[in-house]
């Protein structure tokens, strides 16, 4: 329950914009993939019907009638005069949320790391926003 608090929490609370990751590490997990912004996702029934995140379905790009597969990220709003900071990036197949899902704080900093497999979260980790990895 907790972990999936936390994973709809960063889907309402992020900005999108152009992809534009904040360190090496980003730029190697999502160059040469199709990528999208997290504002053009919606989940879908089997019927092709919206629903809630909680519920059984598949993830959609907007207005596309096969199932998303490729990166989806989401960044905060970029403040004057700066580029906006990567919030989140995280990888769907056929419309499932598959490997790692990672949030970032403003800063930059890895927040919270979650690996899925088979549609469950098997695996967390977070990190204080200095930096340092919590237990």
Known sequence: M???A???LSVMFVACA???PNSEEQINSINNHP???LMEMERRNKDGNLIGLNEEGLWYKREEKKP???YVAGYYKAREGNEPVMASV???KNGVQV???TSYYSNGNKHIELIYENRKVVSMRQW???GRELE
Do not use: P
Request: proline share 0%; charged share 30%; glycine share 8%.
């Open 128 to 130: 204080s926003i200095d």
């Open 68 to 70: 998303y597969s490729g």
């Open 2 to 4: 907790k972990i999936t």
């Open 6 to 8: 936390i994973s709809c």
């Open 99 to 101: 490997g790692v899902e």
């Open 18 to 20: 152009t992809l534009r």
């Open 35 to 37: 990528t999208t912004k």
């Open 90 to 92: 995280r990888e769907y």
